[in-house]
């Protein structure tokens, strides 16, 4: 199977090379030429989690050795994970939450970030790629940890991780302050999310810069979603949570469901829609942003406009205004209209905003929820159900609400649930009533886990005492001199 880009399809790659460069070199993203089907799906009833992620994962990379490809999927989920099924299906009330926080860093990100070292590895093995990896990473939070603590130590590859440093919450600036491991480079700047991302990108695409490092035997690589190989161990969770319900006879064959997605970046909405279009009988796939609310406004009107203040909400992985997989969407829903995305992007980078009309968004619904509305979902759902929520799969719920409302669907509905309530400590114990005054972070998380009455993990209590290993910072211009100080090249260029 070829991996083509959205900007022009003429532009591909093996899945070799497109899990290496990360992005197409006219700055588009690699998606399958066509989606693979999965026609049986009965058949996969009976799978673990790891049997499913190589079915699902052997479709995308059909010319992956399969040894190594199940080698790969068997060592990334391990003992890593708490859960022994991977990504636990939690009812609560009338909803089932899909528990994706159970990895070693504690969101969803840990799903695939834990698998794409070893696809990484593989692909420089099937490529033959000489050169050492640095791979790139824009973070507002839960990916910059998840892809420094799944890279760290990993021979061949440096890590950089840019983060925005009033933009994540205290946990997870810890977490990646705390990060050990040689090759691992972490830089706060002074910017948002969407300049620690737009800055990556255009580091990837900068030719002279890339020139520059590879004189001095440096590719660059991502670990973000714009990584299709961030994308396809995503599709796996969809299809893991619909088998269980079926397997525990709470749906029938074929019957169709919903997924409440939290996102910012498109990507984990975009794995769902992937799994759709495989054949996994999915009703309505609902877009949940926070008081970001691009995609919202896209999806009920067909602009997206960027132009808007970036909000710093308690949801921080979401606070992002360029979110970057909608533009694989829109590819695969104009049915392959790589013209379109390309003047779509570069309209988003010169105006600011773009218009798509006559596309079919049926199968998507949007709706965004405000701090208020967050702080209702985590203290109904904990009054009335006992059971914890993180301000993402807050944002989830409370669209999940508001889209019932509106509709009065009673479709069977998953709420993916992406990060766990320690994370966020003050905002969820303010929620349920805790007094969080004066109080350090750890202190709060340690009362929440009493109320909640949950185990605290035990790489969050010892961030505590951990060593700030990391103290770079830079202004949004000046990510590239960062990296080649990191790297130690200077720049004659
Ligand atoms: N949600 C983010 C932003 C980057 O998203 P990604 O899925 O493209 O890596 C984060 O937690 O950093």
């Known amino acids: 199977m070829k991996y083509i880009s959205t900007r022009n399809k003429e532009n591909f790659a093996s899945w070799g090379q497109a899990i290496i460069n990360g992005i197409s070199k006219d700055g ?32 995308f990379f059909v010319d992956f050795d399969k040894d190594s490809l199940r080698n790969s999927i068997d060592k990334a989920y391990d003992e890593k994970f708490s859960k022994k099924e991977i990504a636990p299906l939690v009812e609560a009330g009338d909803l089932h939450y899909l528990e994706l926080f159970h990895g070693a860093t504690f969101a969803f990100k840990d799903m695939a970030l834990s698998v794409l070292p070893y696809l990484l590895k593989e692909a420089i093995k099937y490529t033959g ?20 603590e799944n890279f760290a130590d990993v021979e061949g590859i440096k890590i950089i991780v840019f983060f925005p440093e009033d933009g994540v919450s205290n946990i997870q600036k810890r977490q990646m302050l ?28 900068d030719n002279r810069f890339i020139e520059l490092l590879e004189n001095r035997d440096y590719k660059l690589s ?20 619909y088998l269980n319900l079926l397997k525990e006879g709470k749906i029938k064959e074929d019957e169709k469901i919903n997924f409440v997605v939290p996102t910012g970046n498109f990507g984990n909405i975009l794995a769902a829609f992937y799994a759709k279009e495989m054949g996994l009988p999915i009703n309505k796939l609902i877009c949940a942003s926070n008081e970001n609310n691009v995609l919202t406004d896209f999806i009920n009107t067909g602009t997206y406009d960027k132009r808007r203040k970036l909000i710093l909400t308690s949801s921080p992985s979401m606070d992002i205004l360029v979110s970057s997989n909608l533009e694989r969407f829109l590819f695969h829903l104009s049915g392959g209209d790589d013209k379109l995305i390309k003047n779509a992007m570069e309209s988003l980078e ?60 009673n479709t069977k509905t998953v709420i993916v649930s992406t990060a766990s309530p320690f994370k966020f400590g003050t905002k969820v114990s303010n929620s349920i009533g805790i007094d969080t005054k004066d109080k350090d972070d750890f202190s709060i998380i340690e009362k929440l886990g009493e109320m909640g009455n949950l185990d605290i993990p035990n790489a969050i209590l010892e961030l505590k005492d951990k060593k700030i290993a990391h103290k770079n910072n830079c202004n949004k211009e000046d990510m590239e001199k960062m990296v080649l100080r990191i790297l130690e090249i200077g720049d004659n260029r």
């Open 28 to 59: 588009g993203l690699f998606v399958p030429e066509s989606i693979p089907k999965i026609s049986n799906i009965k058949s996969l009833l009976n799978m673990d989690y790891r049997e499913l992620a190589y079915e699902v994962m052997n479709k």
């Open 129 to 148: 790629e000489e050169k050492e990896i640095v791979i790139l990473t824009a973070t507002s939070g839960d990916t910059g940890k998840a892809a420094l």
């Open 222 to 241: 991502s670990a973000n979603s714009i990584n299709i190989g961030r994308l396809v161990p995503q599709i796996v969770y969809y299809f893991y949570s």
């Open 178 to 205: 705390t990060q050990e491991g040689d090759n691992t480079f972490v830089v706060s700047i002074n910017g948002d999310f969407d300049d620690a991302q737009s800055g990556v990108k255009k580091i990837m695409n």
């Open 350 to 409: 010169k105006e600011g905003k773009y218009e798509v009309e006559g596309l079919d968004q049926e199968d998507f619904k949007g709706y965004f929820s405000t701090e208020e509305e967050i702080t209702s979902s985590i203290n109904e759902v904990f009054m009335e159900h006992n059971y914890l929520m993180d301000p993402h799969t807050a944002v989830a719920h409370s669209a999940y609400k508001k889209y019932k409302l509106e509709t009065k669907d």
